[in-house]
């Protein structure tokens, strides 16, 4: 079945460091892709999507691009702010509107 | 903008209780989804509702039921609550069709189940 990995956390950076997250899937069919974030207390929120290959999803600074041949939706920033803190979760959607998400990757960013 | 609300942020109970936890949105969305969030596991799907008074099975079924009188509510009903039961847990809604890849979270309801 479809699935979602992404590489397993904590990840601690300083402010301003680069970051990359990955994540590759495994789908049947031609998935929307997606990142969500999870702030500390707060429910899941989209961060950014693609729905095609090679598309870029792009959002507050992260960017990740859809490629088809690696099986890959990394999320990327160029420069990290403590309020990046977070719970990352990859995600895919194939097959009506169902959602599957990765195990999360926690993200800490030291000042 | 989108608003998923959840009855309750932290919620304390014993074994063997009744348990209901309420979502409601207020976006006119046809999909509502209940899902648990444990650590290192992710999120998992425990059921899901296409229309009022459908329900699905998500991942994750046993133990749980819902409930979904109207369009806008989506209530997860723990029959006999047991200590297992204690997580995290997310409520979401999405449109049908175009777009409804994008699902819309409350804020969670933390349960602990003594």
């Known amino acids: 079945g479809d699935s979602v990995t992404q590489m397993e956390g904590p990840v601690t950076l300083s402010e301003e460091a680069f970051l990359t997250i990955n994540c590759t899937y495994t789908?049947?069919?031609?998935?929307?892709l997606f990142w969500y974030v999870q702030y500390p207390g707060e429910g899941l929120q989209l961060l950014l999507k693609?729905?095609?290959?090679?598309d870029k999803g792009s959002n507050k600074g992260f960017e990740a691009t859809y490629r088809k041949e690696t099986t890959s939706f990394h999320l990327e920033k160029g420069s990290v702010q403590v309020s990046d803190s977070a719970v990352y979760f990859c995600?895919?959607?194939?097959?009506?509107?169902?959602?599957?998400f990765g195990k999360g990757t926690r993200l800490h960013i030291l000042p | 903008d989108v608003k998923v609300t959840q009855s309750s942020r932290y919620l304390v109970k014993r074994t063997g209780e009744k348990v209901f936890l309420e979502c409601v949105q207020d976006?006119?969305?046809?999909?509502m989804f209940w899902y648990r969030q444990d650590p290192g596991l992710g999120l998992r799907l425990i059921y899901f509702?296409?229309?009022?008074?459908?329900?699905e099975k998500g991942d994750i079924p046993e133990g749980y039921s819902v409930s979904r009188e109207k369009k806008e509510r989506f209530s997860l009903i723990l029959e006999s609550a047991s200590t297992n039961q204690t997580s995290m847990y997310l409520c979401?809604?999405?449109?049908?069709?175009?777009?409804?890849?994008?699902?819309?979270f409350g804020p969670g309801t933390r349960l602990t189940v003594l």
């Open positions: 979401a809604s999405s449109l049908s069709g175009e777009g409804g890849d994008t699902q819309y």
């Open positions: 789908a049947t069919g031609y998935p929307s």
């Open positions: 693609a729905t095609k290959a090679d």
């Open positions: 995600a895919l959607s194939d097959k009506g509107d169902k959602i599957i």
């Open positions: 976006m006119d969305h046809e999909n």
């Open positions: 509702s296409y229309d009022v008074k459908m329900k």
